[in-house]
Nanobody
Framework: VQLQASGGGSVQSGGSLRLSCTASERLTSSYSVGWFRQAPGKEREFVGTIRFSSGYTYFADAVKGRFTISRNSAKNTVLLQMDSLRSEDTAVYYC??????????????????WGQGTLVTVSS
């Protein structure tokens, strides 16, 4: 399976963007699709994840209440809706698929397949 991330761009602080992650083939229900980001000069960090089977989502504290994740199983697509964007959300965003256990969804090493990044720039 391959992942294709899209939807990045430039937005002013307080604005919204929606990123898409499309899989090249059907993801089984055991998969989770996570979003990670890497800002310039910083390490990659977990943003949020969704479990395909249940729609269960989990978010990093930094984005909780501002970002949501949804899935469209028929289109093999996961959406990351980002609202109330801040300058500190500026980063390259990546989607990844894997089968992390619930207690370790933030561990990027448990996501086997990665898409290319898409740049999000938030200006103040």
């Amino acid at each position: 399976v391959q992942l294709q991330a899209s939807g990045g761009g430039s937005v002013q602080s307080g604005g919204s963007l929606r990123l898409s992650c499309t899989a090249s083939e059907r993801l089984t229900s055991s998969y989770s699709v996570g979003w990670f980001r890497q800002a310039p000069g910083k390490e990659r960090e977990f943003v949020g994840t969704i479990r395909f089977s249940s729609g269960y989502t989990y978010f990093a504290d930094a984005v909780k209440g501002r970002f949501t994740i949804s899935r469209n199983s028929a289109k093999n697509t996961v959406l990351l809706q980002m609202d109330s964007l801040r300058s500190e959300d500026t980063a390259v965003y990546y989607c990844a698929a894997g089968r992390p256990i619930l207690s370790a969804v933030q561990d990027s090493n448990l996501y086997r397949v990665w898409g290319q990044g898409t740049l999000v720039t938030v200006s103040s």
